[in-house]
C-alpha cells in the first residue's frame, strides 16, 4: 500500500511540474519546491578492522576476547542535515524494503559463519533534501524507532516486520541489535505499560541522539565502532538477568555500554556529561 501511495504522488508532483523537462525558473513559478537526492553511507568496524560475518575479532572488551559476530543490526530515524550557517533541515527518507515512515533499518550481518540474521545487509540511507543550494556540513540522527510508530504492528509493512528486531508489542522494537555468543546487546525502550487508552508510554526511551560535525554525505560516511562499544564490557562474564545487556536499569552489563552511547542508563535519555564514543565521521 505504501508503494502505491508513493507512485501516486510521484505521478502527481509531475503533472504539478508539466513534466521532468520543467526547468527550476517553471517549478519556482508554479510554486513547487524541487528537492535534491541524498545518500547517506554507514560502515561498521570492530576497532581497525571492518566488522563481519565469519571473521575472528581479538582483544574485543576489558577481558580481550576473541569472538565472532552473530548480529548486528539497528534502526535510525530523524535524520537531519545541517548548514554551514548552522540551519538544521531534515532529510526525508525515501520509501523501500530498508525504510517507511521516516524509519531506516541498518543491516550489517548477512547470515554467514555465526551470524543468525537475513543474508540481505544494508548499510546506506536515502532521501531528499529542498533545493536551496545550502552547503551542509554537519549531521543529526537518532538510533531506534519513535515512539509513535514503537508499538504499532505493521505485519507487512518493511522494515517494522522483522521478526529478529520486535521485542512485541508492549516493549516494540529493538533499536539495536548486536550479539556475539553467549552474550547479546538489546537497546529499547523500557519501563513500557499500556495505558488506560491503549496507548503504550514508556519510563525510559533509551534512544540515543547522535550529533557530527565535519561531515559532508557526498564524500564521507558514517561509521560505528562495536569495539567502542564494548570497550568497558567483559563479554565473557554475565552479573546478572539475561547475559548481556537488555537495556534494564538494573542490568549490571548495561551501564557501559549506555555509557559509550552517551545515554545514562538512569533516565533513558541523553546524558549532557557524557561523550558518545560509537559513531564517527569517516572518509
Given at each position: 500500500?505504501?508503494?502505491?501511495?508513493?507512485?501516486?504522488?510521484?505521478?502527481?508532483?509531475?503533472?504539478?511540474?508539466?513534466?521532468?523537462?520543467?526547468?527550476?525558473s517553471?517549478?519556482?513559478?508554479?510554486?513547487?519546491?524541487?528537492?535534491?537526492?541524498?545518500?547517506?553511507?554507514?560502515?561498521?568496524?570492530?576497532?581497525?578492522?571492518?566488522?563481519?560475518?565469519?571473521?575472528?575479532?581479538?582483544?574485543?572488551?576489558?577481558?580481550?576476547?576473541?569472538?565472532?559476530?552473530?548480529?548486528?543490526?539497528?534502526?535510525?530515524?530523524?535524520?537531519?542535515?545541517?548548514?554551514?550557517?548552522?540551519?538544521?533541515?531534515?532529510?526525508?527518507?525515501?520509501?523501500?524494503?530498508?525504510?517507511?515512515?521516516?524509519?531506516?533499518?541498518?543491516?550489517?550481518?548477512?547470515?554467514?559463519?555465526?551470524?543468525?540474521?537475513?543474508?540481505?545487509t544494508?548499510?546506506?540511507?536515502?532521501?531528499?533534501?529542498?533545493?536551496?543550494?545550502?552547503?551542509f556540513?554537519?549531521?543529526?540522527?537518532?538510533?531506534?524507532?519513535?515512539?509513535h510508530?514503537?508499538?504499532?504492528?505493521?505485519?507487512?509493512?518493511?522494515?517494522?516486520?522483522?521478526?529478529?528486531?520486535?521485542?512485541?508489542?508492549?516493549?516494540?522494537?529493538?533499536?539495536?541489535?548486536?550479539?556475539?555468543?553467549?552474550?547479546?546487546?538489546?537497546?529499547?525502550?523500557?519501563?513500557?505499560a499500556?495505558?488506560?487508552?491503549?496507548?503504550?508510554?514508556?519510563?525510559?526511551?533509551?534512544?540515543?541522539?547522535?550529533?557530527?560535525?565535519?561531515?559532508?554525505?557526498?564524500?564521507?560516511?558514517?561509521?560505528?565502532?562495536?569495539?567502542?562499544?564494548?570497550?568497558?564490557?567483559?563479554?565473557?562474564?554475565?552479573?546478572?538477568?539475561?547475559?548481556?545487556?537488555?537495556?534494564?536499569?538494573?542490568?549490571?552489563?548495561?551501564?557501559?555500554?549506555?555509557?559509550?552511547?552517551g545515554?545514562?542508563?538512569?533516565?533513558?535519555?541523553?546524558?549532557?556529561?557524557?561523550?558518545?564514543?560509537?559513531?564517527?565521521?569517516a572518509?
Open positions: 500500500m505504501i508503494r502505491s501511495i508513493a507512485v501516486i504522488f510521484g505521478v502527481a508532483t509531475l503533472v504539478a511540474c508539466g513534466g521532468g523537462s520543467s526547468g527550476s517553471d517549478a519556482s513559478a508554479a510554486g513547487v519546491t524541487r528537492s535534491v537526492p541524498v545518500e547517506i553511507n554507514f560502515s561498521a568496524v570492530m576497532g581497525s578492522a571492518a566488522l563481519a560475518c565469519d571473521v575472528d575479532y581479538t582483544d574485543v572488551g576489558t577481558a580481550a576476547t576473541t569472538t565472532q559476530i552473530k548480529d548486528f543490526r539497528l534502526y535510525v530515524h530523524d535524520i537531519q542535515l545541517v548548514t554551514d550557517a548552522d540551519e538544521v533541515v531534515a532529510l526525508t527518507l525515501d520509501t523501500s524494503d530498508w525504510q517507511a515512515q521516516g524509519v531506516a533499518l541498518l543491516d550489517f550481518e548477512n547470515a554467514t559463519g555465526e551470524c543468525t540474521g537475513t543474508a540481505e544494508n548499510s546506506a540511507v536515502s532521501g531528499t533534501v529542498p533545493d536551496s543550494g545550502a552547503v556540513n554537519a549531521v543529526r540522527f537518532t538510533v531506534g524507532i519513535p515512539q510508530l514503537n508499538h504499532l504492528e505493521q505485519v507487512s509493512v518493511s522494515p517494522f516486520n522483522i521478526t529478529g528486531m520486535n521485542w512485541g508489542w508492549t516493549n516494540g522494537y529493538k533499536f539495536i541489535r548486536f550479539d556475539v555468543p553467549n552474550w547479546n546487546l538489546h537497546i529499547g525502550a523500557t519501563g513500557c499500556a495505558g488506560g487508552g491503549g496507548d503504550i508510554e514508556c519510563t525510559h526511551s533509551n534512544r540515543p541522539q547522535i550529533a557530527l560535525s565535519n561531515f559532508n554525505y557526498q564524500t564521507q560516511r558514517i561509521q560505528i565502532d562495536f569495539g567502542a562499544l564494548l570497550q568497558g564490557s567483559d563479554i565473557t562474564t554475565n552479573l546478572g538477568g539475561p547475559s548481556g545487556c537488555m537495556s534494564g536499569g538494573t542490568d549490571p552489563e548495561c551501564n557501559e555500554v549506555f555509557t559509550q552511547l545515554l545514562s542508563l538512569v533516565s533513558g535519555e541523553n546524558d549532557p556529561g557524557l561523550t558518545q564514543t560509537v559513531f564517527s565521521v572518509d
